[in-house]
């Protein structure tokens, strides 16, 4: 079962790929507090046009590059 995140697209500097930030929260174990922490992920594109802002799926996959473990399935939200 591959893994499919949700993040919000934060660089398209490079080709064919994209910079994903991934923000996950959890409640600490002692303090009740909730904590958010997150994750930059680079993604392939496909050749889908994707700008900055956008609110994307990934799905992890075979590895692509040394950096590239994840591609785009779906833009849900544009900027």
């Known amino acids: 079962?591959?893994?499919i995140l949700t993040?919000?697209?934060?660089?398209?500097?490079?080709?064919?790929t994209v910079v994903v930030q991934v923000q996950r929260s959890y409640r600490h174990p002692l303090y009740k507090k909730t904590i958010k922490r997150h994750k930059?992920?680079?993604v392939d594109t496909n050749g889908m046009a994707i700008a900055m802002g956008n609110?994307?799926?990934i799905e992890e996959t075979r590895p692509?590059?040394?950096?590239?473990?994840?591609k785009v399935i779906e833009i849900t939200q544009s900027s």
């Open 1 to 3: 079962m591959a893994k």
């Open 7 to 16: 993040g919000e697209v934060v660089s398209t500097k490079m080709q064919n």
């Open 40 to 42: 930059k992920y680079k």
């Open 55 to 57: 609110i994307v799926r």
């Open 64 to 70: 692509i590059s040394r950096d590239k473990h994840f």
